[in-house]
């Protein structure tokens, strides 16, 4: 039975975890377009009903927003890992890569945009859970 070395096994776990990330960010992607249609619609409505009622069209706004923020943090977060992977596919200085997620997730925290801090935190836990070997 051959053995694999710690190393190895973080690098396996490293990017099973990204193409996991790169998976949901596609969902991401694909939603972002129903809420965008959802939107298109509602301002549709909104104009045809001589601009009587807004709360079907802000509604569909917020939601279209968020989604559209989420993406851009997905975006931003996939140039981040991007930046730490090699030709190969691996993850040398996953360390650092980590360390450099964390600080944008506090740094987020930290200019109160909560919301984005908790976007980020379930996937710097994970990798954080990937780099440790037990």
């Known amino acids: 039975m051959p053995i694999i070395s710690k190393e190895d096994e973080v690098q396996e776990n490293l990017a099973s975890l990204y193409q996991t990330f790169l998976d949901k960010k596609e969902k991401i992607k694909t939603e972002l377009t129903v809420y965008r249609n959802d939107f298109d619609k509602a301002c549709n409505t909104h104009i ?4 009587c009622d807004e709360d ?3 509604i569909s706004k917020n939601n279209h927003h968020k989604k559209f923020v989420e993406y851009e943090i997905y975006c931003q977060v996939t140039e981040v890992i991007n930046d ?10 996953y360390k650092e890569m980590h360390c450099t997620l964390q600080q944008i997730m506090v740094r987020f925290a930290h200019n109160e945009n909560y919301e984005l801090a908790a976007i980020l935190k379930p996937w710097v836990d994970k990798i954080h859970k990937a780099i440790v070997i037990k």
């Open 48 to 51: 045809s009903n001589g601009f």
């Open 84 to 93: 730490y992977k090699d030709l190969h596919g691996r993850f040398p200085e």
């Open 56 to 58: 079907d069209w802000l």
